[in-house]
């Protein structure tokens, strides 16, 4: 059974920087794409926002809101991929999920809601 891992959440003050680890297990396909999507406190239902997706081929994508502020990077050796956050944001306060499904080229990862699995998230809230 696929799991995914989260962790890495914490409280931190506006400006400061967090990395986030997504570990997965028994994901045995070779062609994946795995993303990170956030969802902020508020009224429910809202859909998760896309932030950052990465690929078997290692390509990079970032939503407008995080780019030049987040790296997402993985280590395939660990099974691991990371989401360093720098010069956070009292507005990137949210419930932060991985994702992973097969790499198609049906559906853009940073809109893309029905992923196959999902992690159980990590909270990131940033104070001003």
């Known amino acids: 059974q696929v799991k995914l891992v989260e962790t890495g959440g914490e409280s931190v003050q506006s400006g400061g920087s967090l990395r986030l680890s997504c570990t997965v297990s028994e994901y045995t396909s070779d062609s994946y794409c795995m993303a990170w999507l956030r969802k902020p406190p508020g009224q429910v239902p809202r859909r998760p926002e896309g932030?950052?997706?990465?690929?078997?081929?290692?390509?990079?994508q970032y939503a407008l809101s995080v780019k030049g502020r987040f790296t997402i990077s993985q280590d395939s050796a660990k099974n691991t991929i990371y989401l360093q956050m720098n010069s956070l944001e009292p507005e990137d306060t949210a419930m932060y999920y991985c994702a992973a499904d097969l790499l198609r080229s049906d559906y853009d990862p940073l809109y893309f809601e029905s992923w196959q699995y999902w992690g159980q998230g990590t909270q990131v809230t940033v104070s001003s």
């Open positions: 932030v950052a997706a990465i690929d078997s081929d290692g390509i990079a």
